[in-house]
Structure formats: C-alpha cells, structure tokens
Nanobody, 124 residues
Framework: QLQLVESGGGLVQPGGSLRLSCAAS????????IGWFRQAPGKEREGVSIISSSTGSTYYADSVKGRFTISRDNAKNMVYLQMNSLKLEDTAVYYC?????????????????WGQGTQVTVSS
C-alpha cells in the first residue's frame, strides 16, 4: 500500500524553526517529484516547495524563499522541509505529496499521493 506520512509539526514562536519529514512506504520515491503544500483555514491549498525526482532541482514559493529548505534522501525514502524564521502566516496544515514527474509540478491537482498532513502553528 502506497503511503506518505508527515511528521514534525507543532507549535513554535515567531522566528523559530521546525523540520517536517515525509516518509514514504510501499513505493520508492526515486522517480517521484515531491511537493510540500499547505492549507490554512479559509484559504486555498498552496504549493510551498517542490523537489524534482531526477536532478534534485527545487522550487520555492516567494513567501518562503530564503527561509525554507527542501531536501530528499532517496536511500531512506524520506523528504524533509526545514523551516526557519517562521512567521505567523506560516500557520497551516502541511502536506507532502508525490507524483511521477521529472519536472517541478506546482499544481496540487497533478499529484497522485498525499499524506494526512501535519499541523504547524506559529504563535507567540
């Protein structure tokens, strides 16, 4: 059974850091582009960061550039999102998603597999 499981969310103060993890089981991530998406209450789901399957190229939304870093460890079947300098507006449920794609698909509708999400709350 193909499954993605996120972890690492929590409550953090503004300016703090969190590291989200996405663990894949039932399939190998090697051929998959992996995206991190987030959805805040009352808002549409948005793409935060994408990492390609082939070259490891990355994409970041303007709102997180310079603060978030995506990485993958194919040997461990894991993808990570390091989030630094967190802001109140980063509060959302964060999802990882996977699709067989050698590019950087930013539209969430392109993704085939999704995790259950992990809550990130930035609050003072």
């Amino acid at each position: 059974q193909l499954q993605l499981v996120e972890s690492g969310g929590g409550l953090v103060q503004p300016g703090g850091s969190l590291r989200l993890s996405c663990a894949a089981s039932g399939f190998t991530l090697y051929y998959y582009a992996i995206g991190w998406f987030r959805q805040a209450p009352g808002k549409e789901r948005e793409g935060v960061s994408i990492i390609s399957s082939s070259t490891g190229s990355t994409y970041y939304a303007d709102s997180v550039k310079g603060r978030f870093t995506i990485s993958r460890d194919n040997a461990k079947n894991m993808v990570y999102l390091q989030m630094n300098s967190l802001k109140l507006e980063d509060t959302a449920v964060y999802y990882c998603a996977a699709v067989v794609n050698f590019g950087l698909p930013t539209d969430f509708s392109e993704y085939d597999y999704w995790g259950q999400g992990t809550q990130v709350t930035v609050s003072s």
